[in-house]
């Protein structure tokens, strides 16, 4: 059966929501392997390097043994497995539609705040794993973090899907980013009405249980 090996955080869970969304069900569908990254066992688990040499969580291990890493293309594999709900869109433009804001999002978003968090509170774990900025430079990181959540709020508006006026995948990351962060002690920049309020609307699909679950 297809194995998720996965973790606490953002990706894996992102992986896991996904899932859900596509009404998969672990144990039926797929089963999945926790490592406890707080402590490194990801890392520290000669088999799993070799399943992805960075060592990081999720990988999707088939039943050949292939082994597909990074959240967003597992996603889009699972997607082209399981085309209900269309959750990448329907139509090439669609498509690049919400392909343009999961980009935006990871490079305006995930990579300053991610640097930040490991060069700040995360410090302690993430030091010893791998190259992190000193702590002014991850505080400044955090901020242009916050400004970039600012200027997603602003492209939300009214609405509580970032693309096609409808659920994508889209909505995913910034659901399991922003949640990662309140596990974290972060809290939504001032001024991000929208964006509390796209939480509060997602909180209530099924595949947010995952942060509610302990691992
Ligand atoms: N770009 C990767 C990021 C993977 C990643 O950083 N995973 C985190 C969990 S959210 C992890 O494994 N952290 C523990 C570590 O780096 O040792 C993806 O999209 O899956």
Redesign the pocket.
């Known amino acids: 059966m297809t194995t998720l090996h996965s ?6 869970r992102l992986v896991r929501m996904f899932m859900i969304e596509k009404g998969l069900e672990e144990g039926r569908d797929f089963t999945r392997v926790h490592y406890d ?1 707080i402590i ?1 066992a ?2 520290q688990d000669a088999s799993y390097v070799a399943k992805n040499p960075l ?4 990988t999707l291990e088939l039943d050949d043994g292939t082994c597909l ?4 293309p597992i996603c889009e594999y699972i997607e082209e497995l399981h085309p209900a709900p269309n959750l990448f869109g329907e139509t090439p433009v669609e498509r690049a539609t919400v392909r343009k804001w999961a980009r935006l999002f990871d490079q305006e978003v995930v990579v300053p705040m ?1 640097m930040g968090f490991r060069a700040g509170a995360g410090r302690p774990m ?1 030091e010893p ?2 190259a992190v900025v000193s702590p002014e430079a991850g505080a400044e990181l955090s901020a242009m973090a916050d400004d970039k959540w600012r200027m997603f709020d602003g492209f939300l508006g009214g609405s509580n899907h970032i693309a096609l006026g409808r659920f994508t995948f889209a909505d995913l990351p910034m659901f399991a980013f922003a949640n990662f962060g309140f596990t974290v002690g972060w809290k939504l920049p001032e001024g991000t009405d929208n964006l509390a309020r796209f939480i509060d609307t997602h909180n209530q699909r099924a595949c947010a249980s995952v942060w509610q679950q302990a691992e």
């Open positions: 973790s606490l955080g953002p990706n894996p990254i490194g990801n890392r060592g990081t969580t999720p890493t990074e959240s967003w991610t993430f794993r791998m």
